[in-house]
């Protein structure tokens, strides 16, 4: 069982930038895959990023590829989305996961989630 606590979404002009990081509790972060999806009003919820076990493998949605990277830190049991060139369409609510051992790209795979964080980029 792993618990997940996303924080810092927020309100940014386009262009701007902001980090998201996602607490996980327990003992055995380091065997989850992690992933970073998103959902916006009406829409599906979509992958934006994944990550595996020790960083080594790293996937991303095209839409965000060259501007977002996702990594983690083992030793704090946390992973983070540095996202950057914000836009309008990137606004969402942003949703980490987690899946034990191999990386995966689609929501159904990821067993854990967080609540969720607002991100909101203003035109």
């Known amino acids: 069982q792993v618990q997940l606590v996303e924080s810092g979404g927020g309100l940014v002009q386009a262009g701007g930038s902001l980090r998201l990081s996602c607490a996980a509790s327990g003992r055995t972060f380091s065997s989850y895959a992690m992933g970073w999806f998103r959902q916006a009003p009406g829409k599906e919820r979509d992958f934006v990023s994944a990550?595996?076990?020790?960083?080594?493998?790293?996937n991303y949605a095209d839409s965000v590829k060259g501007r977002f990277t996702i990594s983690r830190d083992n030793d704090k049991n946390t992973v983070y989305l540095q996202m950057n060139s914000l836009q309008p369409e990137d606004t969402a609510v942003y949703y980490c996961a987690a899946r034990m051992w191999s990386v995966r790209n689609k929501a159904y795979d990821y067993n854990y989630w967080g609540q969720g964080t607002q991100v909101t980029v203003s035109s």
């Open positions: 990550i595996g076990l020790n960083g080594g493998t790293t």
